[in-house]
């Protein structure tokens, strides 16, 4: 009997090709099962909800009558339109306001936390803020900085200056909206940068000792260096979280004043909500996304984040 007669045969099993091995052999079968309820999860409320925005970024919608086909009108619109660049820039200065002061501080404290002391009780007390929701630390923070009763400004009246409109001033309600929540993240991004630290070996310093380095240069050539991939991890989701910043704004100071907290996420809100140009509002939106997958990739290009140390 041939090879090609004796593969017709019933019961004949062919090799089967690297990948059907690889994707469908027991226990890749039982890992699938494990994640069914994730990837369902994400089909339902991520993947066909951005494919429906997609979409609809190319209508003309009020939300009450069909949406109307236009194409790449709403882009177009986009790249003209003042207010979008205003508010990518104002976005992009509490950006810079909030991911450098919120890094080195939640550095520093957890370089104190590992040399100092290991407590859960103070772990548990720089995690916080983080636990409490943004609605109520916006409504804490609105209540300490109102010009007229709030605490902070009642201690600058007491000590004979002038009280400071925070949240009223153009040139500080961003800086002020930063310190917000710098306050409420920096514990919560100390306790991973302290996670990283656990997994230094502790010979290196000991080494670095007795060759004479001083506390700085084991600080610059063995702490940082090692807590690359701890550091890649904190600043991409830090900074993708602070290009979406919303309720802060929403709760202290609605845009203002004269559109200097008019942050995107604020600018979508209008559009989709109060002038309902729902359309334009997912064009603004589809945009933001593609910056924020620009600016990761940079950053994990420039941190070679692939690489290890």
Do not use: C
């Not at 002038?162 to 100390?190: E, K, V």
């Not at 670095?208 to 940082?224: P, Y």
């Amino acid at each position: 009997m041939s090879i090609k007669t004796a593969t017709m045969q019933p019961g004949y099993s062919q090799t089967q090709p690297a990948w059907v091995k690889r994707w469908f052999n027991p226990e890749a079968l039982t890992a699938w099962l494990f994640l069914l309820p994730s990837l369902v999860g994400f089909g339902v409320f991520y993947a066909v909800p951005a494919i429906r925005g997609l979409t609809v970024s190319f209508t003309n919608w009020d939300m009450l009558q069909a949406p109307q086909f236009v194409g790449l009108q709403n882009y177009a619109r986009l790249i003209q339109d003042p207010d979008f660049w205003n508010a990518l820039k104002v976005t992009s200065l509490y950006v810079l306001w909030n991911i450098p002061i919120q890094t080195v501080i939640a550095i520093l404290l957890a370089v104190l936390m590992d040399r100092l002391t290991h407590s859960s009780i103070l772990r548990g007390i720089l995690v916080l803020p983080w636990l409490m929701p943004n609605v109520v630390v916006a409504l804490l923070w609105l209540w300490l900085m109102d010009p007229t009763l709030g605490f902070i400004n009642v201690v600058v009246k007491g000590m004979g200056f002038q009280t400071i409109p925070f949240l009223g001033s153009p040139d500080l309600a961003i800086p002020s909206i930063a310190l917000i929540n710098i306050w409420r993240h920096m514990g919560y991004t100390a306790l991973l940068i302290f996670a990283g630290l656990q997994t230094i070996d502790r010979s290196l310093y000991e080494a670095g000792g007795v060759d004479g380095a001083s506390e700085f240069q084991m600080f610059w050539g063995i702490t940082l260096p090692l807590l690359r991939p701890v550091l890649v991890f904190v600043l991409v989701t830090s900074i993708i979280g602070s290009f979406q910043i919303f309720d802060t704004v929403a709760i202290t100071t609605k845009g203002g004043p004269v559109s200097a907290t008019k942050v995107i996420n604020w600018l979508i809100y209008e559009h989709a909500f109060v002038r309902f140009n729902m359309g334009y509002a997912t064009a603004i939106s589809v945009v933001l996304f593609l910056i924020l997958v620009v600016v990761s990739f940079i950053q994990m290009r420039l941190m070679r984040a692939g690489e290890v140390d």
